[in-house]
């Protein structure tokens, strides 16, 4: 929905001078998920309401979970008005909630109570907070040094760790990503307002800084919803204003080859982080976007390190963000930070040292040459390789199990898993597919599903050498040597003499691999197999049949009446008719007609 035009009067202040800030009550502060436009004031009197009935609560430390941006923005802000702690869990899945437990005495979440953990008070933040008695705020700065925010991710061993905020970290890193941003040569200076929509959640702290914490600050409009695709933003406009997407590499890399000129027109810029993005996946955006592509660098540790924007003639290096200084470690090239983003900026302090190797220039800027550990990043999602292979090895089916980030079209991880006997017959009985499937859905308790494996191996035991170390080089090849299945199985051998210039049928007796390549995005719900593969294999096997000749030219009276899924046995009628120049195919199974229609070949002498 297009929200009605709005009105002048945003101006920037300090996240900590927020709920004190004297600015226009009706200048727009969120665009909600109905597309009606949230007031500055309206907004105050949500922190209002949501404060007067959390101060009666004795929770000190809520859990807060929550998809609605705006609604989630009041929620925190009234916690940190009344000095509580927020613990932000990454995701609503269980293994997510159930990292908070000890860390949090409530859960405050838009979710089903009983989809909350033992251990943990209730309260839904779907119901709406009894209006206050007023919209008074307090007439004080919010407190900067207490650690008022805890964020969850992956350390070295894999275990999950939390990670404190104070809000002077966040306050400062919105205020120097804001001055690099909006100054006085830049058009969001002079805008009316911004609207600042977004791809990434708010639960993780790149989606916290910038689809929070900067519009609100900026005094700016929030968008509440979060898209899942990049054509929802067609429907999430203010009329008039720039608009600045925030994203990620998941989403960046895989834009239409055209979207509507209502996106187009009013994107000012697009942020990415999570993890970088390729440069001709940068370039690539930037012109079907019509704006830069800016990329941030840092963690859930550190808050931003770098940015960079892609140049069209080389690989672009990270530039330090206003704030940051950097250095490199001598023994292992990992950089190291300072920066009021960590609150190590004080003389006297240790710097920090990320797991990153780079390359620093004279000039302070760097290009990344890897991790030194196990963490990676799948889908702009930190993954814990040791984490998830523990969970692998949970499952009564798993002896032995090695991931392995692999760098092809996609960054992918691979999985090369020892059987136990007990998995070794259930993968002969449920073939690998199935088999595979239920791996996957074995991990969805602990880690997304974007994150989960894609390619599986199994063997009987890991490659070692003499010292134990296992052979990185040979676990490679398992996947570089190894090639997906293309064509189906067939159960009938084809007869050695080729019809030419006769009318003929056959029957071929065919069974789909479970592991075909074609059900790679087609669904990873519920794979089922491509009409277009389905001529193909028709056309494919009428050329071996009847020595066809000549280009297939035109499809006639194609229909797909019932899916094909993996491990189906079928029946493939193809039926040649030299006069007409056309072949006839139709997929039958023991119980449905699945497929049929006709191709017209021209002999390539016409």
């Not at 922190?47 to 859990?63: I, S």
């Not at 490199?328 to 797991?355: F, K, M």
């Not at 069974?511 to 719900?525: C, K, S």
């Not at 491990?567 to 997929?587: D, I, M, N, W």
């Amino acid at each position: 929905m297009i929200a009605p035009a709005i009105k002048s009067g945003h101006s920037y202040v300090p996240l900590e001078q927020l709920l004190i800030a004297a600015r226009d009550p009706s200048a727009p502060a969120c665009l909600q998920r109905d597309g009606q436009t949230l007031s500055w004031q309206e907004w105050l009197q949500q922190v209002a309401n949501w404060r007067q009935f959390l101060a009666q609560r004795p929770e000190q430390r809520w859990a807060l979970y929550d998809r609605d941006t705006g609604r989630f923005a009041a929620l925190m802000f009234a916690l940190l008005s009344l000095d509580k702690t927020v613990c932000l869990p990454a995701s609503a899945q269980p293994e997510s909630l159930k990292q908070v437990v000890a860390q949090a005495d409530g859960l405050l979440a838009d979710i089903p109570a009983a989809d909350c953990p033992a251990g943990l008070t209730f309260v839904s933040s779907l119901m709406p907070a009894p209006a206050a008695d007023s919209c008074v705020l307090g007439s004080q700065p919010l407190p900067l040094d207490r650690d008022c925010i805890e964020v969850f991710t992956s350390g070295s061993t894999g275990a999950p760790q939390v990670i404190r905020k104070t809000l002077k970290q966040l306050s400062r890193e919105i205020d120097h990503q804001h001055q690099l941003w909006s100054g006085v040569t830049s058009p969001l200076a002079s805008a009316t307002s911004v609207l600042v929509s977004g791809t990434v959640s708010h639960q993780h702290i790149y989606g916290l800084l910038f689809r929070v914490c900067w519009p609100l600050a900026a005094g700016w409009c929030l968008d509440a919803h979060t898209c899942e695709y990049l054509e929802e933003l067609q429907q999430r406009q203010l009329n008039g204003c720039p608009q600045l997407l925030i994203s990620s590499p998941t989403h960046l890399s895989r834009l239409p080859e055209q979207l509507d000129a209502t996106i187009t027109a009013s994107l000012a810029a697009a942020y990415s982080s999570g993890a970088p993005l390729a440069r001709s996946d940068s370039l690539l955006a930037r012109q079907r976007l019509g704006c830069e592509i800016r990329e941030i660098f840092g963690s859930s540790e550190t808050g931003g390190i770098a940015w960079r924007t892609q140049d069209i003639k080389a690989e672009a290096r990270w530039q330090p963000l206003p704030g940051v200084a950097l250095k490199q470690a001598p023994d292992n090239q990992c950089l190291q930070v300072r920066s009021a983003h960590i609150g190590n900026d004080v003389e006297g302090i240790d710097w920090y040292s990320t797991s990153d190797r780079v390359q620093l220039d004279s000039e302070g800027m760097f290009s990344l040459l890897g991790r030194v550990d196990r963490i990676v990043k799948v889908e702009g999602k930190r993954i814990a390789l040791d984490d998830m292979e523990r969970q692998l090895l949970l499952s009564p089916w798993i002896q032995q199990a090695h991931l392995l980030l692999l760098a092809g079209r996609r960054t992918e991880l691979g999985a090369v898993l020892c059987l136990t006997p007990n998995g070794q017959q259930q993968l002969r009985e449920n073939g690998r597919y199935r088999f595979n499937q239920q791996l996957k859905q074995h991990l969805l308790c602990r880690f997304e599903r974007p994150t989960l494996p894609r390619r599986w191996r199994y063997v009987q035991q890991l490659p070692v050498n003499a010292q134990g170390k296992l052979q990185r080089q040979t676990l490679l090849e398992l996947f570089m040597n190894s090639e997906r299945p293309r064509w189906p199985q067939l159960l009938t051998e084809l007869p050695d003499a080729a019809v030419i210039d006769t009318e003929a049928t056959y029957q071929l007796n065919l069974r789909v691999p479970e592991d075909l390549l074609y059900f790679d995005g087609h669904f990873a719900q519920a794979p089922i197999l491509p009409g277009v593969v389905q001529v193909h294999w028709a056309e494919h096997f009428a050329r071996k049949l009847f020595a066809l000749e000549g280009e297939c030219q035109q499809l006639e009276a194609i229909k797909f009446q019932q899916v094909i899924r993996p491990g189906q046995r079928l029946t493939l009628e193809l039926g040649y008719q030299p006069s007409r120049g056309k072949v006839t195919f139709a997929y039958r199974s023991a119980s449905d007609q699945h497929a049929s229609g006709r191709l017209l070949f021209v002999p390539a002498a016409l």
